[in-house]
């Protein structure tokens, strides 16, 4: 059944990656509503870097280093400033930048097959419920797309996330 619903899903983030791409590609990183990333925050990846994190994780068949490569991206669009309200807009456009084809299988995947001794409060938690909440924040884009034209501010066109329903399960 995950596997299903995860197929489903990452075939609909396919095609609103490609609708997308244009405005992204117009707009940058304040299509999503992120900061723009510079100087000090460029040198540790930016969002080219978080986006090159993410792509590397569909490399991999091992959950641990599928973290690792989330937790690097989240550091990357991460700045002194960073809240939640600026993370994950970041992360959101840093996904959306990378080449990730599945987003919904490879988190199911890690949260499904992570070791069982992986501490997942504190960073390492935190990572991984950002990228869950950016996964869902693509496709609330595309809800807010359908609504109609699309303010350059788009935290103003989104509707309020929920959070993750799927948790991991043991």
């Not at 990183?29 to 460029?42: D, K, Q, T, Y």
């Not at 299988?105 to 501490?119: G, R």
Request: glycine fraction near 8%; charged fraction near 25%; hydrophobic fraction near 45%.
């Amino acid at each position: 059944a995950i596997c299903r619903e995860s197929a489903a899903a990452d075939g609909r983030y396919a095609a609103q990656r490609e609708r997308w791409r244009p405005h992204l590609e117009a707009l940058g990183a304040a299509a999503v509503g992120a900061p723009p990333l510079g100087g000090e925050e460029a040198a540790g990846g930016g969002y080219e870097g978080a986006a090159a994190r993410l792509s590397e994780m569909q490399a991999s068949p091992l959950p641990a280093v599928k973290v690792e490569r989330i937790c690097a991206a989240v550091r990357a669009v991460s700045t002194r400033e960073s809240s939640a309200d600026l993370l994950l807009p970041s992360l959101i456009y840093a996904l959306m930048l990378s080449a990730v084809r599945a987003p919904h299988a490879e988190c199911a995947f890690v949260l499904e097959f992570i070791h069982e001794d992986t501490d997942l409060h504190g960073a390492t938690g935190y990572a991984l419920a950002t990228f869950q909440a950016a996964i869902e924040g693509c496709a609330l884009l595309e809800q807010a797309r359908a609504r109609g034209p699309i303010s350059p501010d788009l935290r103003r066109d989104l509707p309020r996330a929920r959070a993750p329903t799927e948790g991991r399960r043991r």
